[in-house]
């Protein structure tokens, strides 16, 4: 007759504690609701689903508040508007960790990404409101003030070469602020969520249909009304940020010219190469945001050389061949999260 000590009890009941506790924790996990908050902030919309027995909307959009008094340059009262007016200012920490990344990627992108673009993007302007594209000589003198080597953060405040310089962090706010969306959605215990400002996304965990999120890629076609949202794939991912930029929702047409609304910084014009859309995926949204508009400025072949470089990033590149025709190109590492029927021809 087996003998059973005191040792086989404790396991016995320390088992059943286990199989009990899991049980409670599953069923709470499926029986708890989704929230799901949207609004309109930094000029777009956002869209913020999770799992909580509460409503964190309250809280979620005082920190979004907080991102946009930080970066927004339609706020005169932000501390990037201030900046830009030489006014003294007391940074935030915000600002400096969106300003440290930005000039991290800057240099691995030899320039492409620049926030002291601003004084070429507004010249640029949408339709430009003098009614004719500025001239070389208006180009090359702003480019003078341009160059992310020309504006140093200096303890708590930011040095430029010259005062005229301005900042713009357009491309790097949004993903910034779903980053912060994420971190305190954390900081509540929050397991499963999806973020989503104006395109850039931080997923974690599982959808409400206890799946990994689904993300779609939008076909790039001419559409500046954003009408048209055929999807060109669909990725399954998790525990991830991602963000994709493109011209061809944001373009005007002058005088039968197309201009896109990414300005690449070195020459001063509007790029003008293959790449039509570029997700990134990232560990971090703002990190996504900013190299997705690098690549955009870089091209397809100098895309790929920085990439050689960063194992850490995953790519989905749309870009137009020699013929008119829209390819597909991205990094080995995203196939598994490629769903759907996809042309094998396609990427090359």
Same mark, same amino acid.
């Given at each position: 007759?087996?003998?059973?000590?005191?040792?086989?009890i404790?396991?016995?009941?320390?088992?059943?504690?286990?199989?009990v506790?899991?049980?409670y924790?599953?069923?709470?996990?499926?029986?708890?609701?989704?929230?799901?908050?949207?609004?309109?902030?930094?000029?777009?919309?956002?869209?913020?689903t999770?799992?909580?027995?509460?409503?964190?909307?309250?809280?979620?959009?005082?920190?979004?508040?907080?991102?946009?008094?930080?970066?927004?340059?339609?706020?005169?009262e932000?501390?990037?508007?201030?900046?830009?007016?030489?006014?003294?200012?007391?940074?935030n920490?915000?600002?400096?960790?969106?300003?440290?990344?930005?000039?991290t990627?800057?240099?691995?992108?030899?320039?492409?990404?620049?926030?002291?673009?601003a004084?070429?993007?507004?010249?640029w302007?949408?339709?430009?409101?003098?009614?004719?594209?500025?001239?070389?000589?208006?180009? +090359?003198?702003?480019?003078? /003030?341009?160059?992310?080597?020309?504006? !140093?953060?200096? *303890? =708590?405040? $930011?040095?430029? %070469? +010259?005062?005229?310089?301005? /900042?713009?962090?357009?491309?790097?706010? !949004?993903?910034? *602020? =779903?980053? $912060?969306?994420? %971190?305190?959605?954390?900081?509540?215990?929050?397991?499963?969520?999806?973020?989503?400002?104006? *395109?850039?996304? $931080?997923?974690?965990?599982?959808?409400?249909?206890?799946?990994p999120?689904?993300?779609?890629?939008?076909?790039?076609?001419?559409?500046?009304?954003?009408?048209?949202?055929?999807?060109?794939?669909?990725?399954?991912?998790?525990?991830?940020a991602?963000?994709?930029?493109?011209?061809?929702?944001?373009?005007?047409?002058?005088?039968?010219?197309?201009y896109?609304?990414?300005i690449?910084?070195k020459?001063?014009?509007?790029v003008?190469?293959?790449?039509?859309?570029?997700?990134?995926?990232?560990?971090?949204?703002?990190?996504?945001?900013?190299?997705?508009?690098?690549?955009?400025?870089?091209?397809?072949?100098?895309?790929?050389?920085?990439?050689?470089?960063?194992?850490?990033?995953?790519?989905?590149?749309?870009?137009?061949?020699?013929?008119?025709?829209?390819?597909?190109?991205?990094?080995?590492?995203?196939?598994?999260?490629?769903?759907?029927?996809?042309?094998?021809?396609?990427?090359?």
């Open positions: 007759m087996m003998k059973i000590t005191k040792s086989s404790f396991r016995i009941v320390f088992l059943l504690f286990l199989i506790g899991s049980i924790i599953i069923r709470q996990q499926n029986t708890m609701p989704y929230q799901h908050n949207t609004g309109q902030i930094f000029g777009t919309t956002y869209h913020i999770y799992q909580s027995d509460k409503d964190l909307h309250r809280e979620i959009l005082q920190r979004l508040q907080l991102v946009d008094q930080t970066f927004s340059t339609f706020n005169d932000s501390i990037i508007s201030k900046i830009n007016r030489n006014e003294p200012v007391k940074l920490q915000m600002f400096i960790e969106v300003f440290d990344l930005a000039k990627v800057s240099k691995d992108t030899h320039g492409a990404f620049d926030i002291t673009v004084p070429l993007v507004n010249v302007g949408f339709g430009f409101k003098s009614g004719t594209p500025p001239t070389k000589a208006v180009i +090359d003198s702003l480019r003078h /003030l341009t160059g992310y080597e020309k504006v !140093k953060l200096i *303890g =708590s405040k $930011v040095r430029k %070469q +010259d005062p005229r310089i301005m /900042l713009d962090c357009s491309a790097i706010a !949004k993903g910034y *602020g =779903s980053d $912060v969306v994420a %971190q305190y959605l954390r900081s509540r215990d929050v397991e499963n969520f999806m973020i989503e400002i104006g *395109g850039e996304i $931080v997923v974690q965990g599982n959808s409400d249909k206890r799946l999120w689904k993300i779609g890629v939008t076909k790039p076609t001419d559409d500046s009304t954003q009408v048209n949202n055929e999807l060109q794939t669909v990725l399954n991912v998790s525990n991830t991602m963000a994709t930029s493109g011209n061809y929702r944001r373009f005007y047409y002058k005088n039968g010219k197309k896109a609304h990414t690449d910084p020459t001063g014009y509007p003008q190469h293959n790449i039509l859309s570029a997700t990134v995926l990232a560990n971090t949204c703002a990190k996504a945001d900013a190299y997705a508009t690098s690549f955009m400025v870089l091209g397809l072949e100098k895309t790929q050389q920085v990439l050689q470089h960063h194992p850490d990033l995953m790519v989905y590149l749309i870009y137009a061949d020699g013929q008119g025709k829209n390819k597909v190109w991205y990094s080995p590492s995203l196939k598994k999260a490629i769903q759907g029927a996809e042309n094998p021809s396609d990427r090359k």
